[in-house]
């Protein structure tokens, strides 16, 4: 599963490297988890904060971190706790988030769209995509922008897919306190879920990372210590 592990983390590499304009010529409560599946996880330096919509945890076996890059694996509660009573998600499908580096500054995804929607349909594209890496393993079936985030459905026929997953995944990469995230659904071979329900996981799923990460950086603010105030010296009693 390594291979198609790699392949979010390329595919953000690659809208990174677009918007850098380097791409001429060229990724409940009450229940009590372990340690290793919690529903949350801050990465990357604590730029951004994971987190599935309701029913994931994370695998952090799986997961890598780093202060430039990290790479978060997400699936049922249940399934990564191993406990049968722990909440499951209403659509069951694979997470991945990854972080690929900084947006490069005056090159937002605003306005980038387009040349996003060119590079992917491209065969060099595509092979981004691809799981193994091999452009013609890919059929992009819609691309489109919303709400500052870069959207993409395909269909993967690579060989030696990870065991279980399915061949459609759906895919949103978006800038998260100056970061390039890529959010990923896949969903699983023996339980195949539609479109709407695929977008709609991804949706919330890009939705919860910006709301954590909004959140954790809101309270690293207001923990920071105040500016030091340059009090302008007052004058003696009695002197003008």
């Keep these: 599963m390594s291979t198609w592990i790699s392949r979010p983390v390329r595919a953000g590499a690659c809208a990174l490297a677009l918007l850098a304009g380097c791409m001429q010529g060229a990724g409940p409560g009450g229940f009590s988890y372990p340690h290793n599946a919690p529903q949350r996880l801050s990465v990357a330096g604590g730029t951004v904060v994971v987190a599935g919509p309701e029913g994931y945890c994370i695998d952090r076996p799986a997961s890598r971190d780093s202060d430039a890059t990290a790479f978060v694996l997400l ?29 490069p500054a005056g090159r937002g995804l605003a306005g980038q769209a387009a040349r996003m929607k060119g590079f992917f349909a491209s065969a060099e594209g595509r092979a981004a995509l691809a799981r193994d890496g091999r452009a013609e393993s890919v059929e992009i079936i819609e691309m489109f922008a919303r709400d500052g985030a870069f959207f993409i459905h395909a269909r993967d026929s690579s060989a ?17 306190n100056g970061r390039m995230v890529t959010a990923s659904v896949a969903a699983f ?43 302008r010296p007052q004058p003696r009693p009695g002197t003008a």
């Excluded at 030696?160 to 998260?176: C, H, M, S």
């Excluded at 690293?220 to 210590?225: G, I, L, N, R």
């Design 160 to 176: 030696g897919t990870g065991p279980g997953l399915g061949p459609e995944y759906w895919r949103a990469i978006f800038e998260v």
């Design 189 to 231: 071979a023996n339980r195949p879920i539609s479109d709407d329900a695929g977008q709609a996981t991804l949706g919330l799923f890009v939705a919860r990372i910006r709301a954590e990460s909004a959140a954790a950086l809101a309270a690293a603010s207001a923990a920071a210590p105040p500016v030091a105030r340059q009090l």
């Design 75 to 103: 699936a049922g509660c249940a399934a990564v706790t191993r406990k049968p009573y722990a909440p499951r998600p209403r659509v069951p499908a694979l997470l991945t988030a990854s972080v690929t580096g900084d947006v």
